[in-house]
């Protein structure tokens, strides 16, 4: 039994005729009569009373409608899987994050997603500035973003992976306080190490601390975001760091402070609306399985870490 014998059957049937089957497939009547004969000789019984001016399922034939769509179904999701599989055998797929969040948390879900698919090549891009992330995936240039603004418009779809806490880091030093938590009004106070204006952290620390009137005081400005975490332990000011981030800095040699209230910021995974590569589509399903926990509410200790917002085209 072949599909194109199915397909011609399925025809057959919902028609009723040999005339208007053929039509609507497009081929031969003759051709098509011939193989529902071919079809019939195979299972051994008449499929169709043939009658004057159209057709008629037999016992058998109606018998074999419901497999026969079964058996198109599975063979569209065999076909499908099989597409899908390919798709996924090769190829690469590109991810704009910026530096904190390429960190934590792109890095653990790069891990998971090469262990499931390691013909898939990954390409991490930084981009120009934090609002830049939605631009980027609006426009090809990267399939997927991760950010910790959320975008609104028709463009772009966000799903919210997490929430981190973002903690003080600050020198062992007693010109900085070595027990949290710490009101984040002292932390403004501090000086403080900065990455440039238009970066992530920079941007969360700006929001952070410059409330209330009050103005953060950047003591030592950097565009390089690696030099932050040794500028604090050389004593030159303290910052703020993602609790991953912080725990590292304190490994080597930090203090990290919990602050008072609790600072969070959430982070958004980021695609274009309408169809994704098979690569994409796999990175989302590790990203929420990794994620599969719901997201708590904030409790009101904490205060969610507000984000610059993202100016998006919409079509």
Known sequence: MERRQVEYFLAVAAHRSFTGAAHTLRVAQPSLSHAIRLLERELGTPLFHRLGRGVMLTSAGEALVEPARQIVRDLETARSVVRTIAGLAGGTLDIVAPTTLAVDPLADLAGAFRRRHPAIDIVIVEPPNAAAVADVVRTGECELGLADVRTHGKAVETLELCRQEVLAVVPRSDRYPQVGPVALGEVARMDLVATARGTAPRALMDQAL??????????????????????????????????????????????????????????????????????????????????????????????????????????
Do not use: N, Y
Not at 281 to 296: C, L, N
């Open 210 to 315: 410059g409330g209330e009137g009050r103005s953060p005081r950047i003591a030592v400005e950097t565009v390089h975001q690696a030099a932050v975490v040794p500028l604090v332990l050389a004593g030159a000011g303290a910052t703020l760091l993602p609790r991953s981030l912080a725990e590292e800095a304190a490994r080597r040699g930090a203090v990290a402070l919990v602050t008072r209230p609790r600072l969070v910021r959430p982070v958004w995974l980021m695609c274009r609306r309408g169809p994704l590569s098979p690569a994409a589509q796999a990175f989302i399903e590790v990203a929420r399985e990794v994620f599969a926990r719901p997201v708590a509410a904030s409790p009101e200790d904490e205060r969610q870490a507000p984000a610059p917002t993202a100016h998006v085209d919409e079509p």
